[in-house]
């Protein structure tokens, strides 16, 4: 025979044929608890908790509650799931340690879902809840676990204690080091900034000398330039009044001398011209006469000649010259007698100063002159036929 199954709503059964039978669906809560299950490390555990089953209204688990729940009592499907629990919470007891158990109670709780999942399946059963509410030992193993955890957790306490009041001790010691060093720096920045203030305002005040230097010595620049530029003002109109008063009338007579010399330079050469005409023209003569012409020539020439000899001594001014006779006797010899007879050598020491500043012997030239022409001679040329030779220019 089989069966179906209908989830809420309503059918029809065949009379006599067909038998009806209701399954609760509700949840079943349960109190599952295990003592003296050993745990990891053989350490025997006691431990409560609670879990909520039902009946699985999934396809294919309804059927497996069906086959082994059908007409059975909640309280008997209850305690079948509990017995399952508790089995599986004892295996999942002996992997974890008991510090495990009691300390991350979600994952042993998680561990033991996954632990019992396929056997409530099995049953048609789903697990709902799952919570561990205590875990204890009879050996008093997690008071000591707690102990000692409580005895480092004092110890650490008071270590962390000692090490924050020495942190402390030194955070404050380091806080009034750096209040003190921050003291000094900033009484170190104040003495830095008022020297360099000092410094700042010796600067200013060098600045403010040297401009004030500088302005002065532009005053006095800007004086002497003007005294300067109104002293070559002076100097140019100096230069142009003695270019007008004296320059000008200076290099108009210059210009005028310049003309005048001009003008007697060439009357000079002019004359001077015609003087050498009649001089060439005198020695043609001259030399046409032969030694005649050169007697006549030096003739002609001796006035002049002792004139000339005679200014040598124009500064020598003599009044009168007396001529006294000392009376010495001398047989007649002295006195003006004397004087007479160094007449002729005085005329012959004349005439060889003569002849040698000109060449020509004066004496020698009287004497021929003196001598008579010989009978018949018309060599001879009369001296009244030549002119006389021009008077040498003045020096």
């Known amino acids: 025979m089989g069966y179906r199954i209908v989830k809420g709503g309503r059918t029809l059964r065949i009379p006599l044929i067909e038998k009806v039978s209701w399954m609760d ?7 599952v608890s295990v003592t003296n299950a050993y745990s990891k490390g053989a350490i025997p555990l006691n431990v409560q908790g609670i879990a909520n089953v039902k009946v699985s209204s999934k396809e294919g688990l309804l059927e497996n509650a069906a086959e082994r729940f059908l007409h059975v009592p909640n309280a008997n499907i209850g305690q079948i799931a509990k017995e399952t629990l508790e089995a599986n919470l ?3 007891l002996a992997t974890l340690t008991p510090e495990e158990v009691n300390e991350d109670r979600l994952k042993f709780a998680q561990q033991l879902i996954d632990e019992a999942d396929d056997d409530i399946k099995t049953l048609g059963l789903e697990l709902d809840v799952m919570k561990i509410q205590n875990v204890t030992d009879d050996n ?3 008071d000591s676990v707690g102990r000692r955890l409580t005895a480092d957790v004092v110890k650490q306490a008071r270590v962390a204690e000692a090490e924050r009041m020495a942190e402390s001790e030194q955070a404050e010691a380091a806080a009034r080091e750096r209040a003190q060093i921050a003291a000094a720096q900033a009484d170190k920045n104040i003495v830095e900034e008022q ?11 060098a600045v403010a000398r040297a401009k004030e230097e500088e302005a002065k010595v532009a005053g006095d620049i800007a004086r002497a330039t003007a005294q300067q530029e109104l002293e070559q003002q002076r100097i140019e109109l100096e230069r142009r009044r003695l270019e007008a008063d004296v320059v000008q009338p200076a290099r108009a007579n210059l210009e005028a001398k310049q003309l005048q010399a001009q003008a007697e330079a060439a009357k000079i050469i002019e004359d001077g011209k015609a003087q050498v005409d009649v001089f060439r023209r005198l020695t043609e003569q001259y ?3 032969g030694d005649d012409g050169q007697r006549i020539f030096v003739l002609n020439m001796l006035p002049d000649l002792v004139d000339k000899i005679v200014s040598t001594v124009n500064n020598v001014s003599i009044d009168r010259v007396a001529v006294v006779d000392g009376g010495a006797g001398n047989n007649g010899g002295g006195g003006i007698p004397a004087l007479m007879a160094q007449l002729p050598g005085a005329v012959v020491s004349l005439s060889e ?3 040698a500043a000109t060449g020509v ?5 009287m004497r ?11 060599s001879g040329t009369d001296a009244s036929e030549l002119p006389p030779p021009p008077a040498p220019p003045d020096d």
């Open 140 to 142: 008093q193993y997690l």
């Open 287 to 289: 030399q046409a006469a």
């Open 195 to 205: 020297n360099q203030l000092r410094v700042r305002t010796a600067e200013l005040d």
């Open 25 to 31: 669906l509700n949840t079943i809560p349960l109190e």
């Open 361 to 365: 012997d004066i004496l020698k030239s």
């Open 368 to 378: 021929d002159d003196s001598a008579p022409p010989a009978a018949g001679d018309g």
């Open 90 to 92: 004892r295996g999942v």
């Open 353 to 355: 100063q003569i002849e």
